[in-house]
């Protein structure tokens, strides 16, 4: 068992990328981080949720494979990309990082899969160990309950790893009193990168004012040597 997502599918749709972009979410620094990564071949989003075409503007990548437990979060993803226009916080987005409406279109066009699958246990992930250039989690190992379990969930994500990839990700802390997440901390990432043998590019907690809900963001980058 997981903590809860913050919202239903339909109502996360709504709430955080429909209408215009909301900045201090740490939106704007996770893109700027994504930046870095080179251009790469396969590309699997964990816990992808209906966001995976906001993360990809920031990356350069032949194909995605998106996976989730929630099969409408999925749907909902499907049907945008097949949609190929950008919603208007995607537009902000876009022209933070320098991207054109026909670059969205392309990167729509890129996914190639949708799977649903529990990316934290490892089993019927969609693609063989060792084989992924590039594997990103956007708040969902913040929601693991204990550091086992964020670290086993970490394993079984950076088996899919390629020698050379790469790993990119960021998880948000919660203001709540009642929430039984996982205590992120540098201590704890630094345990993950070390057990999958994974080089830290860029490990840093930000404060985030722009969402009642949560009040910082840690983003990483690491590379498989
Ligand atoms: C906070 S949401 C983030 C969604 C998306 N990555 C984003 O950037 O907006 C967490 C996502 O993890 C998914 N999730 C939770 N537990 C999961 C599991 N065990 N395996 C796969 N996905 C899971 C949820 O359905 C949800 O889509």
Redesign the pocket.
Known sequence: M?AR??ADADD?WDR?YSGEFIAGLGTETVLAALAEIPPVGTWI????????L??SIALQTRRLVA????PR?LTLLRAFAATRRPRPAYQTALALRGRTAAEFAERCDRLAAVVV?????GRSLPLRPGSVDLVT????LG?TTSPEQFLSGWHHAHQLLATGGWTAGANWTTTGPDTNRVHLSRQLYTAAFARSRITVHHLERIPITGDPDFNAVWIYLGRKP
């Open positions: 997981t997502t913050i996360y955080y989003d964990l816990g992808a949720g209906s966001e995976s906001l993360w996976v989730d437990l929630d979060r699958a529990d990316c934290l246990t989690q956007f708040g969902l929601l």
